[in-house]
């Protein structure tokens, strides 16, 4: 079975564009794709996290949009003029921009699909057909270039810990020593078009047999790593351990010397180096400076927000109260058995009243990161500051 969250077919004959994303809420206990048609739909399972991951989150608003242009296309509703095209896209792009805030990739595919309809519109032969196809393909685009940065990502990172770590130089002299890597929430399969950031680097240590075991946290309070990286990790057959968030700081002072590095995603990388990344992030980056090991973050070149300065300028989204007061369990029938078969719901873990604070995100300082792995290489610091220019030109 392949993995994957975005499910999308392209227009045939006078079928329109079909797009379905896993319900990550049902994971790992059931394997349910959910059909998105319109904008809304696509906003709903956004916000709901159904489908989440930095990357997925744009890919799925570019192609739910896909799918509306593609619908009014075989229907022949779409908007008369080529103008009235890119100002509908427009309109849309900006709501579906509106889902959830601190994730970059979003707000730079729709500055990037906005260019697209605009150039379109203003050829001298536009037509609302040829933007509306325009838009579709830069959409459609988008979906397959992920996987190939992906995997480039996964190939810089590999390389870069084989080379430059502890662990690495160790084993490429000893085959029999250690290199385990540790990552947070989900970066996988689940959370891009395919293959993954962090993860991917996961896959691709794996892959040239210099990967003997990974690390995921469970990632309070969504549990991204224990529902996801672990089914990810366990779908492919990688040698892998779950530990609560705050196992983490015994783990590293333990396996400090076979621990090659902390590898976790990003959500936003300010233009200082500063990333956004799954609440949690953070005290894993001073854990890791703590005991001498490497913090890497892996993500595609659209998740540096160069415009944004530093950290203190990222939106941090806050999420409801309930994802910390309550987990998910099985659901019981009045004599306290539990029916396994029946789906779950959810069950309150916390005092009733009690107030509480809940961040979906963390920012790490630039300092304490050692690397940026990119789909075009590793930026490291120089005199002790990230300059991302270069990766750009
Ligand atoms: O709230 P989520 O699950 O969308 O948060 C996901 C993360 O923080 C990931 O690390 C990040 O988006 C990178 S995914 C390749």
Redesign the pocket.
Known sequence: MVLEAIQYDPASENAPPSLRVLDQLQLPHRTTFEQIKTCEEAHDAIKK?KV??????AIVAALALAVEVGSSVVQHQLPHSPEEVRTTLGGRLDYLQTS?PT?VNLGDAVGKLKVVAQNAASKSDASAASVAQAYIVAAERMLVDDVSDNRAIGEYGARWIEANTAAGRKRRSDRHAELKVLT?????SL??AGY????GVIRSLRASDNLTRAYCTETRP?N?GSRLTAFELVHDDIPATLVTDSMACALLAKEKDSLAAIV????RVAANGDTA??IG?YSLAVLARHHGVKFLV??PRT?IDRHTLSGADIVI?QRAPEEVTRIKGPKVDDNGKILIDEGSELISTAASGIEVWNP??DVTPAHLIDGVITEVGVVEKKDGKFDFEAIFT
């Open positions: 996290m989440r991951g930095a990357p997925a989150i959830r994730a947070h929430c989900n970066t996988g959370a891009t993954g950031t962090a993860l969504y991204q976790v995603g990003a959500d990344n799954k992030t892996a993500a998740t989204e979906a995100f």
